[in-house]
């Protein structure tokens, strides 16, 4: 982020929005990782039921290290989930279970939001790097240089905004079809639901945050380019 006499407008919103984002999705999971589901059945096993139901009898569902460390590997077709997740017969843990297999039933599905996201996540690994940089070359340089670098960084931000805007829809239709694919299997029971759907959505929050602050972040650097295209 490039600070200024600006920066507070943009930068607070997405701080505050985030911070409230990790509090809920820390108070939210905590709370379910509490509440077993009434079949007993755990995070491997509802993945492992979720997958195979759909004909995804050979992808394997690995233990990692780490705390919701889980996510499905599109480059692998292998979900990975967290010990706590794996091995938890918790409303949380197989709420979080079936989200990771809720993308890879995107996968399968040629989920058109999820394609995009995979073809931009080399240009935005790249672009997340790069675009400081060069804003802060251009800052260095000044004059003319200014003026183009911050132009040039505002393109490169613009990838990564876009990335965190596609984002969501991926998040929200894996937590759909999780639910709906937990309910219909009778993995869990409508009453159960709830609970599924909070932890979710409490999880969901984190990339509404992010792509919040992209967005403000991407307007702040527009802002200085074209203050800088006045001087």
């Given at each position: 982020?490039?600070?200024?006499?600006?920066?507070?407008?943009?930068?607070?919103?997405?701080?505050?929005?985030?911070?409230?984002?990790?509090?809920?999705?820390?108070?939210?999971?905590?709370?379910?990782?509490?509440?077993?589901?009434?079949?007993?059945?755990?995070?491997?096993e509802a993945?492992?039921?979720?997958?195979?139901?759909?004909?995804?009898?050979?992808?394997?569902?690995?233990?990692?290290?780490?705390?919701?460390?889980?996510?499905?590997?599109?480059?692998?077709?292998?979900?990975?989930?967290?010990?706590?997740?794996?091995?938890?017969?918790?409303?949380?843990?197989?709420?979080?279970?079936?989200?990771?297999?809720?993308?890879?039933?995107?996968?399968?599905?040629?989920?058109?939001?999820?394609?995009?996201?995979?073809?931009?996540?080399?240009?935005?690994?790249?672009?997340?790097?790069?675009?400081?940089?060069?804003?802060?070359?251009?800052?260095?340089?000044?004059?003319?240089?200014?003026?183009?670098?911050?132009?040039?960084?505002?393109?490169?931000?613009?990838?990564?905004?876009?990335?965190?805007?596609?984002?969501?829809?991926?998040?929200?239709?894996?937590s759909r079809?999780?639910?709906?694919?937990?309910?219909?299997?009778?993995?869990?029971?409508?009453?159960?639901?709830?609970?599924?759907?909070?932890v979710l959505?409490?999880?969901?929050?984190?990339?509404?945050?992010?792509?919040?602050?992209?967005?403000?972040?991407?307007?702040?650097?527009?802002?200085?380019?074209?203050?800088?295209?006045?001087?």
């Open positions: 982020m490039i600070i200024d006499q600006y920066w507070w407008l943009f930068a607070i919103p997405g701080l505050i929005l985030g911070f409230y984002a990790q509090i809920k999705l820390k108070s939210t999971y905590g709370r379910y990782s509490r509440v077993a589901t009434q079949s007993g059945i755990t995070g491997a993945a492992r039921e979720i997958l195979d139901r759909a004909g995804l009898t050979a992808m394997p569902v690995n233990e990692v290290a780490g705390h919701l460390t889980d996510h499905y590997d599109p480059t692998k077709k292998a979900l990975f989930l967290s010990s706590e997740v794996y091995h938890g017969n918790s409303l949380a843990s197989v709420g979080v279970a079936a989200h990771e297999a809720g993308h890879a039933l995107q996968h399968q599905a040629a989920y058109a939001p999820m394609k995009l996201r995979m073809a931009l996540v080399p240009i935005t690994g790249i672009a997340s790097q790069a675009w400081l940089w060069i804003t802060v070359l251009g800052m260095i340089l000044g004059g003319p240089f200014l003026v183009k670098f911050i132009g040039i960084a505002v393109g490169i931000f613009a990838v990564i905004t876009l990335f965190q805007i596609v984002t969501l829809p991926v998040e929200f239709d894996a079809r999780a639910r709906e694919h937990l309910l219909k299997m009778g993995l869990i029971s409508g009453q159960e639901s709830a609970g599924v759907r909070r959505s409490a999880a969901a929050m984190t990339y509404v945050a992010a792509m919040v602050s992209s967005v403000l972040q991407l307007l702040h650097l527009i802002m200085i380019a074209r203050g800088s295209d006045r001087d």
